[in-house]
């Protein structure tokens, strides 16, 4: 799961264009293929490369990454760079206008921040260790600080608290153990083919319920999983951000023991049996608000992305 995108205060906002390394910024026409266009605004190539390889040596400092691991994490850095251009995008559709002299303020926090890093630092230095210009930091600000406004118009108090009550196992720390068989079914599958993997899993479901197979054995003979050699068993997990939502919601709504109707997630259709469930310790909301708000809000940012990509036209050219 990409990291929780946080914005809380001004200070952390600069931080986040920092540690962003410049996703947000309108990415400049390079001369060679981009790797992607994001309704007709280009990924470079380059960009994507040098926060790739940011990522692969931070991660990988004591084995060296495989080919496969590299392309990997290239491919989850145009995902998250599209993303970030679709909001981008979207915030420019909103209208939300951000003053010059806030911009420069921002800038001068990031300054102040600067200097009491061991060594200090100049905010030349910056630019030049994070390959982005002052044009591009203050793109990435100007982008922060519209979100920000976006989120005061559209998240209030109410919304915080219903997405609490709404998600309570998640902030009480409820955890679930479950195990699961799984059909893959690619986004390019007809419908045909989704109906014939659904009645295949639901015949698999009432020969189990049925108790003419034990769910273990059935995992291991038909699931499309890593998991099926262990019965399908995916261990413990939280309510939200660790799996795909519809499973997760599933998988929190059956008591041990019981077995789900057939769930589609962005990787299959899947059965799940709940094999145990840990309680966790009740949350205080009053105690933990800001936390619950940045949740909130992420889960709104990740909605409205998901929105935009399916209107986006979208094209990918990473080899």
Not at 44 to 53: L, N
Not at 217 to 225: F, I, L, N, R, T
């Amino acid at each position: 799961m990409r990291q929780i995108w946080i914005l809380r205060g001004l200070t952390a906002g600069v931080a986040l264009v920092v540690l962003a390394g410049g996703l947000w910024a309108q990415a400049p026409v390079a001369p060679s293929k981009p790797a992607a266009t994001v309704n007709g605004e280009p990924i470079s190539m380059a960009d994507v490369d040098r926060i790739a390889d940011k990522i692969v040596a931070e991660k990988f400092k004591v084995h060296l990454p495989t080919d496969l691991q590299k392309r990997q994490v290239r491919q989850e850095v145009l995902n998250m760079s599209i993303d970030d251009v679709l909001m981008h995008q979207l915030q420019k559709k909103t209208g939300i206008q951000v003053d010059g002299k806030e911009v420069d303020g921002k800038l001068a926090e990031l300054a102040e921040s600067l200097k009491k890093q061991n060594p200090p630092q100049t905010l030349a230095d910056f630019y030049r260790e994070s390959g982005q210009s002052e044009a591009e930091v203050r793109a990435n600000i100007v982008s922060m600080l519209q979100w920000a406004g976006y989120v005061k118009a559209h998240v209030a108090e109410a919304n915080i608290k219903h997405y609490y009550d709404e998600n309570k196992d998640f902030f009480d720390q409820v955890m679930v153990q479950a195990c699961h068989i799984v059909l893959r079914v690619p986004p390019t599958a007809s419908e045909g083919e989704r109906l014939v993997a659904r009645k295949q899993l639901e015949q698999l479901r009432a020969e189990i319920v049925g108790g003419k197979i034990d769910f273990a054995e059935a995992a291991k003979k038909h699931s499309q999983c890593p998991s099926a050699p262990n019965g399908g068993d995916i261990g413990y997990f939280s309510r939200k951000w660790m799996l795909d939502e519809n499973f997760a919601r599933a998988a929190f709504a059956l008591k041990v023991g019981e077995v789900s109707d057939v769930v589609q997630s962005e990787y299959g259709l899947h059965i799940i049996k709940v094999t145990d469930r840990k309680p966790g310790t009740p949350s205080d909301y009053e105690k933990m608000k800001d936390e619950v708000r940045d949740f909130c809000v992420e889960e709104m940012r990740q909605s409205l992305v998901a929105q935009e990509r399916k209107t986006a036209k979208i094209e990918v050219n990473l080899p």
